[in-house]
């Protein structure tokens, strides 16, 4: 049995995430195909860091988690494979349907705080060692 996912930990689409990859956001969310939309719906948890994201004859999509956390966090499994279905022209998700997707990929340049510089104690900042391109000391 597995436990269902956080709303309040899972990440909005057009909210930047904080780990760098490939990310689906699903948004123009609605609870049925024949909806009336008087306005755009709404966003969907981003789906992500993934390894890939392949769709077959604009009849499924098939995707895979870079690590088995993230995908805990959106759907409650350790299962990184994940299959969602097209309805119509909409994408299902989570019980609700979408009429837009994007896959964009976000740097780790983007996810990291920039330098503090009025601090006295710096924040941590935990992917600063995968933007920095040379060895740290430590490392050696």
Not at 10 to 32: A, M, N
Not at 53 to 73: G, I, K, R, W
Request: glycine share 8%.
């Amino acid at each position: 049995m597995h436990t269902a996912p956080d709303p309040s930990t899972t990440p909005i689409y057009g909210v930047r995430p904080s780990k760098p990859g490939l990310y689906l956001g699903l948004f123009h969310g609605r609870d049925t195909p024949n909806e009336a939309m008087n306005d755009w719906g709404f966003d969907s948890p981003t789906i992500g860091p993934l390894r890939y994201f392949h769709t077959t004859y604009a009849c499924s999509v098939n995707m895979e988690f870079v690590c088995p956390t993230d995908a805990q966090l959106l759907t409650g499994t350790h299962d990184t494979l994940m299959d969602l279905a097209i309805n119509g022209d909409l994408l299902c998700f989570d019980g609700k349907l979408y009429g837009d997707w994007t896959v964009y990929w976000v740097s780790p340049e983007e996810c990291f705080r920039p330098p503090d510089t009025f601090r006295q104690n710096n924040r941590p900042n935990d992917l600063r060692r995968q933007a920095k391109p040379v060895p740290w000391d430590e490392d050696s």
